[in-house]
């Protein structure tokens, strides 16, 4: 219950957030199914580790944020 607490609020940020800010959300998940990755995704995640992770897929998935936000601000 807590957990769906906390997703709904996210959703409300997500959703009155300015367009010029955003907070990227990463989603650790011991599921690895496709579909509940494309859930993820549909409901404002912007990606997702599955656990056990390794540390170097944690980082990998964080540094994409970070590419990410740079190649915007170069445009």
């Not at 990606?47 to 445009?75: C, D, N, R, T």
Request: aromatic fraction near 14%; proline fraction near 3%; glycine fraction near 2%.
């Amino acid at each position: 219950m807590q957990i769906q607490n906390m997703e709904q609020k996210i959703n409300e940020l997500i959703n009155y957030r300015d367009e010029h800010w955003h907070i990227p959300i990463l989603a650790m998940t011991a599921d690895v199914f496709q579909a509940n990755h494309d859930e993820y995704v549909r409901c404002g995640m912007d990606g997702y580790v599955s656990k056990p992770f390794k540390i170097e897929q944690l980082y990998s998935s964080v540094a994409q944020f970070f590419e990410s936000y740079s190649a915007a601000k170069a445009s």
